[in-house]
């Protein structure tokens, strides 16, 4: 009988001893040399297996060594980091809807010529009374009520535009020219102060608003109507007696 091969030895040695693992039993091959494992800096090749990793500066592979002498890479140590920034916080970055309002007033006010006051009204959901928008819903140019002539009628001015009472369609200066614009038209109505005053059928609101803007020096306004889904409003812009109507 022929002696036993070297290849008959590792066959039985390792049923004797299962626990040898770290050999490679494979018969009819030669266990893989140093030369077959090549490992690179920027790239692992591993027995076939490419795993570049040049680009994952924060991904770790660990590699371990099967019953057949192969290497083989285990799930990633750590995951990687999101390419996404963080956002910044909240203090800096969120934007706040109710400054929107008094941001549009104030700039329709500033870049519309002549005008130095300017009123948002608002429908109601019931269609019974106009409200004007609060906060923000109005602006007045500071200079107009300083330019006054005495005292009472700069704090007159300035009261105008802190407080205006609701008014119902058709009533007061609001309620007048809600009735008056044309919605689908979308155009701008002008109207003089002083003839509305003058007008008999012209229903005046509780508090003589109409002729108390007119006693400060508003003479003219131009009312421009919009609509959103179910609301309905205008936004109101005055003018003084003397201003250049071609340029309106």
């Given amino acids: 009988m022929p002696p036993p091969s070297l290849e008959d030895e590792d066959v039985a ?4 001893n299962p626990a040898i693992t770290s050999r490679s039993i494979m018969v009819g091959s030669s266990p893989p040399s140093a030369a077959s494992i090549s490992r690179d800096d920027s790239s692992s090749s591993i027995s076939g297996l490419d795993l570049n990793i040049s680009n994952r500066s924060n991904t770790t592979f660990s590699k371990k060594r099967t019953t057949s002498g192969q290497f083989r890479a285990s799930a990633p140590a750590t995951t990687m980091q999101s390419s996404i920034p963080l956002r910044q916080s909240d203090s800096t970055t969120r934007f706040h809807v109710e400054d929107l309002i008094p941001i549009s007033v104030d700039d329709a006010g500033l870049n519309a010529y002549g005008c130095v006051f300017v009123e948002v009204w608002l429908m109601n959901p019931d269609g019974t009374a106009l409200r004007r928008v ?3 819903g109005h602006w ?3 200079s107009f009520a300083n330019s006054l002539s005495s005292e009472e009628l700069t704090q007159q001015a ?3 535009n802190r407080f205006a009472r609701d008014c119902p369609p058709g009533v007061g200066l609001a309620g007048t020219l809600f009735n008056s614009v044309d919605f689908a038209s979308k155009k701008v109505y002008w109207k003089q102060i002083g003839e509305l005053l003058n007008d008999p059928f012209v229903q005046r609101n509780s508090g003589h608003r109409m002729q108390r803007l ?3 020096g508003l003479g003219l306004v131009g009312s421009v109507p919009f609509s959103f889904q179910d609301e309905r409003g ?3 812009f005055f003018s003084r007696f003397n201003v250049d109507l071609t340029l309106l």
Avoid: I, K, N, R
């Fill in 234 to 236: 205008l936004v109101c």
């Fill in 134 to 136: 609060e906060p923000g």
């Fill in 13 to 16: 040695q390792a049923a004797e």
């Fill in 214 to 216: 007119h006693e400060v």
């Fill in 140 to 142: 007045m140019d500071p």
């Fill in 158 to 160: 300035f009261q105008l």
